[in-house]
């Protein structure tokens, strides 16, 4: 019965896409930052404004006092002797009949002078403002605006106490439109007040000009951001485009197609990624193609035994009870073919979890002791051989952070194959030798020696130099990768020296364990 794919668990909230939010984000900055910056320069803009305009009113105020300082005094010397003569001049009259404050009842004077009048009206005319002249008494002399009375207290002049220059924007009383107003005091040879003069012009032409600037400013604001969207959208494309091929590869990949290569591009960041990705792939492809050509070799290394104890079981059922012989030779060459059948699925065991990386982690190790009970347990074997095995080793020897059982297992490898391919009457030497970086161990033999060809594949997985003698002898190409994995996961090397027909010479260099 078929059962169907699991399909992958679909999120119950969409987290949105990379294309979209990439652009929204950096969009979001953008109107962040350029709003800010809209307003902090608009603000600042129309501070500016504002204060130019007080400066540059304030500088005519001044021309047109210096200009009619001279006519008021003038004038205000006249009034004061027509003060003194009796020309008396009533209060204005509100329209409820009751008399303005601040005149008193009314008071003698003079009417303003045609030369300050002239004056007043060219300066308003040339400024298009309006100007408006008070004595010492803070009563209105003359204004170019005729809806302000004469001779009465002003409160839209606000007359400075201390003697100081005023600027003020407020709505004025009589059109009851906003004004900016500037007074200055004058003063009769630099000491004695002599009177005042306001100028004021109307706010709405200046608050025109700074509402046409935020109009500028927020234009060029949104000419920016459709300007950065446009370039974010580009880059979230530049950047996303190569995601996306590689994201299609790696689905293919999934898929079982590693023949699928991403082609770098975008950003330094995403090429160094597919670069990243390709080499992985690769290490797949590699890994995969290591992988079945292992089980391959193994698959074939365990069937010609299995066959061969197979045959020879066949052979014992049929004529086993008639040949006690062949029952005999059949039983000691189905033991043989069984401890190979053993070594080679330790051998299997111990690759298999070098490339799971799950050997026993290190201790400090003392390699005298194993050396000298790896020399007891193989004097048999090489006596039986009619070797000589002669060893070289200390007392006592720097430690070494390794596993006991897997340096045994690797050592043991390489005597064993020193033994099998040395003929008789040859010799093995163990030697072992403390150095102030490394422990080096060395294990020579006067055996058959290996051609220069195959020195650069002994170490490679079920390699043979002479297959058929290898295979006589049980080999199946194992040992040497063995003890390069193992050597190699505690941090050492294996090195090598052969010549063919004058021996080999394998050194095991581990780093030494430093003092604490």
């Known amino acids: 019965m078929a059962t169907a794919s699991p399909t992958p668990p679909r999120t119950s909230k969409s987290r949105g896409s990379l294309r979209l939010l990439l652009p929204a984000t950096y969009l979001a900055l953008m109107l962040l930052s350029?709003?800010?910056?809209?307003?902090?320069?608009g603000l600042r803009l129309q501070a500016a404004a504002l204060a130019q305009a007080g400066n540059d009113l304030e500088l005519q105020a001044r021309l047109i006092a210096n200009?009619?300082?001279?006519?008021?005094?003038?004038?205000?010397?006249?009034?004061?002797?027509?003060?003194?003569?009796?020309?008396?001049?009533?209060?204005?009259?509100?329209?409820?009949?009751?008399?303005?404050?601040?005149?008193?009842?009314?008071?003698?004077?003079?009417?303003?002078d045609p030369t300050l009048v002239r004056l007043v009206a060219a300066a308003a005319q040339n400024t298009g403002g309006r100007i408006t002249l008070a004595d010492a008494r803070q009563s209105v002399v003359y204004s170019s605006d005729p809806a302000i009375p004469l001779y009465r207290m002003d409160n839209t002049i606000e007359?400075?106490?201390?003697?100081?220059?005023?600027?003020?924007?407020?709505?004025?009383?009589?059109?009851?439109?906003?004004?900016?107003?500037?007074?200055?005091?004058?003063?009769?040879?630099?000491?004695?007040?002599?009177?005042?003069?306001?100028?004021?012009?109307p706010t709405a032409p200046l608050y025109a000009h700074i509402h046409q600037t935020w109009i500028n400013l927020l234009a060029a604001g949104l000419v920016v951001l459709l300007l950065t969207t446009l370039v974010s959208l580009g880059m979230a494309h530049?950047?996303?485009?190569?995601?996306?091929?590689?994201?299609?590869?790696?689905?293919?990949?999934?898929?079982?197609?590693?023949?699928?290569?991403?082609?770098?591009?975008?950003?330094?960041?995403?090429r160094r990624l597919a670069l990243a990705f390709n080499q992985m792939v690769g290490q797949v492809r590699e890994t995969l193609a290591h992988q079945k050509a292992f089980v391959a070799h193994a698959a074939h290394e365990l069937r010609t035994p299995l066959t061969g104890l197979r045959l020879r079981l066949e052979m014992l059922q049929a004529h086993g009870q008639?040949?006690?012989?062949?029952?005999?030779?059949?039983?000691?060459?189905?033991?043989?073919?069984?401890?190979?059948?053993?070594?080679?699925?330790?051998?299997?065991?111990?690759?298999?979890?070098?490339?799971?990386?799950?050997?026993?982690?290190?201790?400090?190790?003392?390699?005298?002791?194993?050396?000298?009970?790896?020399a007891d347990e193989m004097g048999t074997q090489a006596r039986q051989a009619r070797l000589a095995l002669q060893v070289d080793v200390p007392v006592h020897l720097p430690p070494v952070a390794v596993n006991a059982d897997s340096m045994r297992a690797a050592l043991r490898n390489l005597l064993d194959n020193a033994i099998?391919?040395?003929?008789?009457?040859?010799?093995?030497?163990?030697?072992?030798?403390?150095?102030?970086?490394?422990?080096?161990?060395?294990?020579?033999?006067?055996?058959?020696?290996?051609?220069?060809?195959?020195?650069?594949?002994?170490?490679?997985?079920?390699?043979?130099?002479?297959?058929?003698?290898?295979?006589?002898?049980?080999?199946?190409?194992?040992?040497?990768?063995l003890v390069q994995g193992i050597v190699e996961t505690y941090g050492g090397r294996v090195e090598m020296q052969s010549t063919v027909g004058r021996g080999s010479v394998f050194t095991v260099h581990l780093p030494r364990m430093r003092d604490p």
């Open 34 to 41: 350029i709003g800010s910056f809209i307003v902090w320069t």
């Open 67 to 112: 200009g009619l300082q001279e006519p008021l005094e003038h004038w205000v010397e006249a009034e004061a002797e027509a003060d003194e003569g009796g020309g008396y001049i009533p209060s204005i009259q509100s329209e409820g009949g009751e008399e303005d404050e601040g005149t008193e009842g009314g008071r003698w004077a003079l009417p303003p």
């Open 159 to 201: 007359f400075p106490p201390d003697g100081q220059v005023r600027r003020a924007i407020r709505q004025d009383e009589w059109t009851q439109a906003e004004r900016l107003f500037v007074t200055l005091p004058l003063f009769k040879d630099g000491q004695t007040l002599s009177g005042y003069v306001q100028l004021s012009v």
């Open 238 to 270: 530049f950047i996303l485009r190569p995601i996306q091929a590689l994201t299609r590869v790696a689905g293919a990949i999934a898929g079982g197609d590693l023949a699928q290569q991403v082609t770098p591009a975008g950003p330094d960041e995403v």
């Open 322 to 374: 008639s040949d006690p012989a062949l029952t005999q030779r059949y039983l000691t060459q189905m033991e043989e073919e069984i401890a190979h059948l053993n070594r080679l699925a330790e051998h299997l065991l111990t690759l298999a979890a070098l490339d799971a990386r799950a050997l026993p982690p290190p201790v400090p190790l003392d390699l005298a002791p194993l050396l000298y009970a790896l």
């Open 420 to 481: 099998q391919y040395t003929p008789a009457g040859g010799q093995v030497t163990l030697r072992a030798v403390g150095e102030a970086h490394e422990v080096r161990i060395t294990i020579a033999d006067t055996g058959i020696g290996i051609p220069p060809e195959a020195i650069g594949h002994v170490f490679e997985r079920f390699y043979r130099v002479d297959k058929a003698r290898s295979r006589k002898l049980g080999g199946a190409g194992l040992g040497l990768p």
